[in-house]
């Protein structure tokens, strides 16, 4: 599994990252048996939040794995926080209780990585900011970043916060591609033209913020995914073409086609089958070359200008 640098943080992490939302679905056998497999295909990073399975998902992954200090120096433990039972909350409270429970149901002592989940449009940013250094004194949080937020967002934050924002996590497959989209259509009078999120890929990329897509496999929001699905029979006859020439699956190719762009995203795939993981992993060896990138782009339904 090839690295990445998580933004300029420093850290090295695997270029593909493991989301742990269904975690909470599985017996502690059955976790661990995902979570070492993971490890064995070179994914060392792993993503949380505080709301996946009620922290119910937290919980296992720590029981599943016998958490101690010489396992948790193998992984690199990524949570988020936020999102509360029907509103967003990024107040000092709030942040500071996430982490401490997070903390408890990882058995750990510190987070690698704490991403601000969803915006929250009541937002004190001299709050977060009291936040995050307390945590950072305090060594309980080594890095920081965001999910979901415009390059705007992120501005406000960073006028107040003295750490380095080091991710993005945003939602990104072949077929959902806005942040994509709207650079190939400037100036065009169609859809795909409009900027939906203040040109975030490339503020991205200006600031050295990795963007760490999310629902790599599905179609719209949370519609379903397309590998294997009945409706898209074209995107998956060009998937099964590319993946007997690069002698991979078709979700490996989906993974390749996002590891492609030269922004250097890192996708968080949320699979719970060991296999398909295994097989999902081997789009770290997969060099698609600029014009299969845009084939594949077209025939997911993306027009050019």
């Not at 705007?152 to 750490?163: G, R």
């Not at 991710?167 to 077929?175: G, H």
């Not at 999120?197 to 913020?209: A, C, E, K, P, T």
Request: aromatic residues 8%.
């Amino acid at each position: 599994m090839k690295k990445l640098e998580l933004g300029n943080s420093g850290l090295e992490v695997s270029e593909i990252s493991l989301g742990c939302m269904r975690m909470d679905q599985l017996s502690k056998q059955d976790a661990n048996r995902v979570i070492e497999n993971a490890l064995e295909q070179g994914i060392d990073m792993f993503d949380h939040a505080d709301i996946y399975g009620g922290g119910k998902s937290e919980e296992i992954f720590a029981d599943a794995i016998n958490m101690d200090s010489s396992t948790r120096e193998k992984m690199v433990i990524q949570s988020k926080c936020g999102i509360r039972d029907g509103f967003f909350d990024f107040s000092k409270e709030h942040i500071l209780a996430s982490v401490e429970g997070s903390l408890k149901r990882l058995k750990t002592d510190y987070l690698d990585v704490l991403l601000l989940h969803r915006p929250d449009t009541l937002v004190e940013p001299e709050e977060v900011a009291e936040a995050f250094n307390e945590l950072k004194r305090s060594g309980k949080v080594r890095h920081f970043g965001v999910s979901n937020h415009n390059p705007t967002q992120v501005e406000l934050l960073k006028k107040y916060v003295e750490q380095d924002l080091v991710a993005n996590q945003l939602q990104l497959s072949m077929m959902f591609t806005p942040m994509i989209d709207a650079g190939l259509n400037v100036n065009m009078e169609h859809d795909p033209a409009i900027v939906r999120d203040g040109g975030v890929l490339d503020y991205s990329r200006l600031h050295n913020m990795t963007v760490q897509p999310w629902s790599p496999f599905q179609h719209g929001f949370f519609e379903g995914v397309f590998v294997d699905n009945d409706k898209f029979p074209i995107l998956n006859e060009k998937l099964q073409e590319y993946a007997e020439k690069k002698g991979v699956t078709k979700s490996a190719i989906a993974i390749a086609w996002i590891l492609r762009h030269p922004a250097r995203m890192q996708p968080v795939v949320g699979t719970m089958n060991p296999e398909r993981l295994q097989n999902i992993a081997k789009a770290s060896e997969v060099n698609l070359t600029k014009e299969e990138w845009y084939d594949l782009y077209r025939v997911a339904g993306n027009k050019l200008p």
